[in-house]
Each structure stands twice: as structure tokens, then as C-alpha cells.
């Protein structure tokens, strides 16, 4: 057997990346199902929810950091989400998500103050139509911060297993 194959079955085959969870923020059914399709083809787990009550409420409950696509336009407007985040403590558990604005509103037509509070919460305002790719480009932007955190979390649990076990010394 060639040597480059004997190495290629010896080695351990190298660990997946793993993809942050998406929750998809849309009330329009066919836009939520397309991209509930195309991203879990992509292999992320995606979350979907209809109404920002009901992110809110995912969001609150997950154990790890979300890729949140939001669409602004939604009902109840996915304004009332980032003005939830921007009200929360900075480490509130909505603080641990990456958002990702989606709008088919021209973004120069936004008010200042809706501006500023996507400027402020999001990491980037995506336009409808969005390409496919620019879309997933975006996303493995948000992704990168989220990877951090969870490095910096193993990081911190396997310090805490890696510390010596002490036992209490018999007296004399």
C-alpha cells in the first residue's frame, strides 16, 4: 500500500467545523421555508420563528450563541427585537446571539433612529433579493465571532478539568 494512503488511514480524519444554529425571524412562509432549506443544505442547524415574541423566547432559552437572520418588516417588526437587545444588560442572554438584519425596504429610506439601533445591534443589514451566496458569506461572518466564544468556552471547561485534584491529608 503507498505510504500517503498507509498515513491517510493512520491519521485521524480532521474534526468538521461546526456550524452555529440559525433562527430564521420571518412571518412570510416561503421566504422562511426557502431559507430553512437552503441553510440546512449548507449543514446549519436552523430555528424558525414567526414573530419576534416568539425569537425573543428561543433566543432567552438557547445554550449557545444563534445566527439570527431578522427581517425588519415583519409583523410586529423586527425593530421590537433590537429594542430588547439594545435594553439588555450587556451580558444578557440575547448578548450571546449574532444579528443579521433582512429587509426589502431600502435601508437610505430608514429613519436615523432606526439606523442607529441596526448600526448598534446588528452585524449587518442584508438587502431583499439577496444573493445566495453574498447571504452565505454574510452568515460565515456572524459565524466567526459565535466559534470564538465557544473556543473561549472549552477553553475555560477544560481548565476547570485540568486543575489538580487535592485530597485532604490524614492529621497525625
Known amino acids: 500500500m503507498p505510504t ?4 491517510n488511514l493512520l491519521s485521524p480524519p480532521s474534526p468538521s467545523p461546526v456550524r452555529a444554529p440559525i433562527l430564521v425571524v420571518e412571518d412570510d412562509e416561503a421566504i422562511r421555508d426557502c431559507l ?3 441553510l440546512e443544505g449548507e449543514g446549519y442547524g436552523v430555528a424558525e420563528a414567526t414573530t ?3 425569537a425573543l423566547v428561543h433566543l432567552r432559552g438557547a445554550t449557545r450563541g444563534h445566527i439570527v ?3 425588519w418588516m415583519m409583523l410586529g417588526r423586527g425593530e421590537s427585537l433590537l429594542r430588547q437587545l439594545e435594553q439588555e444588560p450587556a451580558d444578557g442572554p440575547l448578548h450571546q446571539h449574532c444579528y443579521v438584519m ?3 425596504a431600502e435601508f437610505s429610506r430608514f429613519t436615523e433612529e432606526e439606523q442607529r439601533l441596526i448600526a448598534a445591534t446588528c452585524l449587518e443589514a442584508v438587502a431583499k433579493p439577496f444573493e445566495v451566496e453574498a447571504l452565505l458569506a454574510v452568515i460565515e461572518r456572524a459565524a466567526a465571532p459565535l466559534r470564538a466564544a465557544q473556543e473561549r468556552s472549552r477553553g475555560r471547561a477544560h481548565s476547570r478539568l485540568a486543575r489538580p485534584v487535592t485530597t485532604a491529608q490524614p492529621r497525625p
Open 4 to 7: 500517503h494512503v498507509m498515513h
Open 36 to 38: 430553512h432549506m437552503l
Open 52 to 54: 419576534p415574541t416568539d
Open 69 to 71: 437572520l431578522l427581517d
Open 102 to 104: 433582512l429587509s426589502a
